[in-house]
Structure formats: structure tokens, C-alpha cells
């Protein structure tokens, strides 16, 4: 492991707020550590037994044994450490992830059915030990609160607060006393803001350059939901912004490839979520898709999209803006409000900070709450700005390169030359 790195991870009851603070503090560590910094979470669907575990918590799978759910999130989090979460530790100087929950929770949720903190832990033995853990402590009042402004169906473990809270005391305990790990505990009842300051300050002790230089905007670090205006035209495009953006001044300073994309990445940070989510379907339909009408049907900021194969075959497929992290689950629970099903879907994810996985396979889904239907769920691409800024590089070099060429074509010079050509 590369010995500058930082893994992080965040830990607390269900409602707790983990999901926004994660989002925040990534958003805001990848000002002064751009391209450094990645967010993760567990259950990690696209690893080693992701959607049993998915359908477990979704009550679809209702007959399952403990023993078997407890080694399921053993194994999806090996597989997580093995694919995603050493890989990238391990890939530059510096690198930072913060992980959404991790073994703290399978010591709390799954020692039960004869399985101790001790087994739990030896079963998690081999997965990465991070550097600190953050427990976002909250009443159950302000937990129960905040899961219903989510606004969505209970999880399996998403009940009975209070004996939760007593065994996440309690496995603090055992992680800090009989394993020595570095777990840290913050008030999470305050603002967002709050909360994520004040983690961000243990982490500054631990590493002083992780302090942004200059203070930063706070409207690309809301990790709220924002529904844009757009309305079935695409009022911002890749070459407005290059415009607005001043990128091709910027393209004639002397600088690699890396670091006017870093640059425009961080340009990008700063553009609106409107217009965010416009640059999100120009970048669609540059990709020969083509965008129609905001779906009527939905209350999601959902766009039909055709694709024509050759033949004059027609797929449909769905763009949609959420600001939320890629979850399969949050998808499927939003995807049955497309009841029109399609074949592909492009997910808009806003915010600096990669992402660990950027697709999802198909799937079976069930939609039409009235018909129970079951169609096939589209396999889907996640986009996220650093795509929308490389769009804005590749065509800003395009234009800049056709202005140099037409420049040349009409230099004064070439006309004298053809002409002395012809004299000759
Ligand atoms: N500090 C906070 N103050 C007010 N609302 C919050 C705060 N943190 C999160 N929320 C809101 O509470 C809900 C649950 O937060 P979330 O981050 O999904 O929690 P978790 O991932 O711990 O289940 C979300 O609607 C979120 O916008
Ligand atoms: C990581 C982990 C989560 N869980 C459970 C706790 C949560 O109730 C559930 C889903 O986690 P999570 O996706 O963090 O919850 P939310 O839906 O609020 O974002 O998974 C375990 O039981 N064991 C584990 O090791």
C-alpha cells in the first residue's frame, strides 16, 4: 500500500446522513487533491455477491441464513478491497477513498444467529484496515426524521434504532479496545456543512495538506437532489460552455493534455446544476443519440432518448439526471417510474469525485405497480464531469484546429506562392 495514502470510512445508523456527508467531504477533498480522491461504498453492488446482498436487504430474498448473509458481505468486501479499494490506494502518491460503511457495520448487524464480534471480525480478517473511522452519531429521532424526507421503503435493517445504536457502542468499543483501530465519534445532529467540517478537521491533523488553499464555493458541494429546468431542448451545449468558459485561451497556453483537462475539470466544478444536466444530454446526442421530449409521465428529470442501428432499427432507451451515488438499488427503485421500459439508460452523476464503477449489467425488473409486469432492466451507463469536461477538451481542440488551418488557407503568403507557381 502506498504509504501516503488515506482510507477513510464513514459508519453510523441508517438515516444517519452518511451517504450526503461522504458525498461532501470527497467534493471537497478533490479541490486540493484533484484526480486523487474516489468514493466508494459497501454493500458494493457490482462486487462478489452485491445483489444477493441488495435483495436481502430489499426483502426480496426473505429465506436466508445469517451465517450466509454475514459471509456475503465478507466476501463483496474482499472483492472490493481486491478490485477497487487497494488498487486505487495503491495507484498514485496521496490517494484518498472514502467508503460509505464497512466491517464496523458487519460487526454490528451481523453478529447475531452465534456469530460474536471476534468471528465477524476474523471472517473480515483480510480486508483492508483503514485508516480512521468516523461514527456519525444522531438520536433515533433526527435518524427516523431524515429517512423520511428520503422518502423511500424500509430496509431490512432500517428499524429498531436504538438496539442498533447500543451494538454500534458496543463494537466501537471492541474495535478500539482488542484491535486498536482509530475510530473517532462526531456529532452528526447539526447542518451538513457542519458535520463535514468537523470531520474534515480530524482529518487536516492527520495530514495538514489536505487543506484547500483558497475557500471554496459552496453551491458544487450541496449534496441535496436539485431538479433542472430543461425542458426538452438542450439550452447549454459543449460549445456555448467552451465560449462562456474561455477555453480555447486557455488551450494556446503551453500545458499537457493532463493538466488542461485537470484544469477544465475544475472549471466545469464551478458551472451550474442546469447547466450541468444540459452539457449531460449535448454530451448524449454528440454521441449520435437522439434527446426528445422530458418524459411527461415522471416526476424524474427523465429524457427520451432513439438510437438507430443500422437497418433503420430503433432502440429507446432514458436519460436521467439524479444526484445521487450509483446505487443499483436507488436506480431500480427510481427506474418503475419509467414505465415505458427501454433498453439503455444514461444516469447523470454530478459531482468531481470518480467513481468506482461506471456501468451496470441488465437485469430483471418488475414495473407497473397496477399490472406487475416484469421487463428487462436497461443496462446502464453512469456519465459523470469528467467526461462532460474531456467533451469540452476534445471539441474545444477540434475548433482550435480548424481556426489554425482556415487561418492558413487564407495567409496572403499561399496565394503569392500559388501564383509564382503558376508564373513558374
Ligand atoms: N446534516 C444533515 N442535516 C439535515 N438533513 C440531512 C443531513 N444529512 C443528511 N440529511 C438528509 O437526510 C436524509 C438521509 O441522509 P443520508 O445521507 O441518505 O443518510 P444515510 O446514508 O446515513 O442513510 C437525506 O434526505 C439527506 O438529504
Ligand atoms: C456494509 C454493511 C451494511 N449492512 C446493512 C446496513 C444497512 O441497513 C444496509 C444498507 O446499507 P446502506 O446502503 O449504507 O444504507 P442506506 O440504504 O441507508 O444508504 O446494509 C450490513 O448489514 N452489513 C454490512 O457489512
Not at 431490512?156 to 436504538?162: D, G, H, I, K, R
Not at 482509530?182 to 451538513?192: F, T
Not at 450541468?276 to 432518448?305: C, Q
Request: glycine fraction near 4%; charged fraction near 25%; hydrophobic fraction near 35%.
Amino acid at each position: 500500500m502506498n504509504k501516503n495514502s488515506l482510507f477513510i470510512v464513514i459508519e453510523g445508523l441508517d438515516g444517519s446522513g452518511k451517504t450526503s456527508v461522504t458525498r461532501y467531504i470527497s467534493n471537497i477533498l478533490d479541490k486540493e487533491n484533484h484526480g486523487k480522491v474516489k468514493l466508494t461504498f459497501e454493500p458494493h453492488d457490482p462486487s462478489c455477491a452485491g445483489l444477493f446482498i441488495r435483495q436481502v436487504l430489499m426483502k426480496k430474498i426473505r429465506n436466508f441464513s445469517p451465517k450466509i448473509l454475514a459471509l456475503a458481505f465478507a466476501a463483496n468486501r474482499l472483492d472490493h478491497c481486491d478490485r477497487e479499494i487497494n488498487p486505487w490506494l495503491d495507484s498514485q502518491d496521496g490517494a484518498i477513498i472514502i467508503c460509505d460503511r464497512y466491517y464496523l457495520s458487519s460487526l454490528v448487524y451481523q453478529s447475531t444467529g452465534g456469530l460474536d464480534f471476534e468471528k465477524v471480525y476474523d471472517l473480515n480478517d483480510a480486508a483492508t484496515k483503514p485508516d480512521i473511522i468516523f461514527f456519525l452519531n444522531v438520536s433515533n429521532k433526527v435518524c427516523y426524521e431524515r429517512m423520511k424526507h428520503r422518502n423511500e421503503s424500509k430496509e431490512l435493517f432500517e428499524t429498531n434504532l436504538s438496539q442498533t445504536r447500543k451494538r454500534f457502542h458496543e463494537a466501537i468499543t471492541f474495535l478500539k479496545e482488542k484491535k486498536n483501530e482509530n475510530i473517532v465519534e462526531i456529532d452528526a445532529s447539526g447542518k451538513l456543512e457542519e458535520v463535514a467540517n468537523n470531520i474534515l478537521s480530524q482529518l487536516y491533523k492527520i495530514n495538514p495538506s489536505l487543506k484547500p488553499k483558497q475557500p471554496l464555493l459552496s453551491h458544487s458541494l450541496v449534496s441535496e437532489q436539485r431538479v433542472t429546468t430543461l425542458n426538452g431542448h438542450i439550452p447549454y451545449r459543449v460549445k456555448d460552455a467552451i465560449n462562456d468558459l474561455g477555453i480555447l485561451d486557455y488551450l494556446k497556453e503551453d500545458k499537457t493534455k493532463e493538466e488542461h483537462l485537470t484544469k477544465i475539470e475544475s472549471i466545469v466544478d464551478q458551472l451550474n446544476f442546469n447547466q450541468l444536466g444540459s452539457l449531460f444530454l449535448d454530451h448524449i446526442s454528440n454521441n449520435k443519440y437522439e434527446v426528445k421530449e422530458k418524459l411527461p409521465w415522471t416526476e424524474l428529470d427523465a429524457y427520451e432518448l432513439t438510437y438507430e442501428l443500422p437497418g433503420g432499427i430503433e432502440l429507446t432507451g432514458v436519460a436521467l439526471i439524479i444526484q445521487e451515488k450509483q446505487r443499483y438499488d436507488i436506480i431500480l427503485k427510481k427506474a418503475p417510474d419509467i414505465p415505458k421500459m427501454s433498453d439503455f439508460m444514461f444516469v447523470f452523476s454530478p459531482g468531481p469525485a470518480e467513481l468506482v464503477t461506471n456501468y451496470y449489467e441488465r437485469g430483471i425488473i418488475k414495473y407497473n405497480a397496477e399490472t406487475i409486469k416484469e421487463g428487462l432492466f436497461p443496462s446502464i451507463k453512469l456519465v459523470t464531469q469528467k467526461e462532460l469536461a474531456y467533451d469540452i477538451w476534445s471539441m474545444a481542440k477540434k475548433i482550435d484546429w480548424e481556426n489554425n488551418s482556415s487561418k492558413n488557407n487564407q495567409h496572403p503568403k499561399n496565394s503569392i506562392d500559388c501564383k509564382e507557381i503558376t508564373v513558374n
